[in-house]
């Protein structure tokens, strides 16, 4: 078992820039691909950006791609998403996830998933 843990959300002005984390538990997180995703009041859950095992390989949604950065450490348990240009679009609560297959933009890739972190981009 894997527990997720995002921190690191918060308010931020329009074209401002923010990093969140995501720890993990468990001394396999290094064999997991990674994913973020988010979610808006009244929207479904959508793909922002996955990583694999070792971070050499990294896939965006179109609407982050030149804005957002997804990384991990594996000695630290952490993944990381650094923001940029950030727009009100981007208000939303983020979650991480963990597969233990694949990264990929399908949420039921996933096996595992963090509580969220909300990320507010005030106009």
């Known amino acids: 078992q894997v527990q997720l843990v995002e921190s690191g959300g918060g308010l931020v002005q329009t074209g401002g820039s923010l990093r969140i984390s995501c720890t993990a538990s468990g001394r396999t997180f290094s064999s997991y691909a990674m994913g973020w995703f988010r979610q808006a009041p009244g929207k479904e859950r959508e793909f922002v950006a996955a990583?694999?095992?070792?971070?050499?390989?990294?896939y965006y949604a179109d609407s982050v791609k030149g804005r957002f950065t997804i990384s991990r450490d594996n000695a630290k348990n952490t993944v990381y998403l650094q923001m940029s240009s950030l727009k009100p679009d981007d208000t939303a609560i983020y979650y991480c996830?963990?597969?233990?297959?694949?990264?990929?933009?399908?949420?039921?890739?996933?096996?595992?998933w963090g509580q969220g972190t909300q990320v507010t981009v005030s106009s």
């Open positions: 996830a963990g597969s233990e297959i694949f990264y990929s933009d399908y949420d039921a890739t996933y096996d595992y």
């Open positions: 990583i694999n095992w070792s971070g050499g390989n990294t």
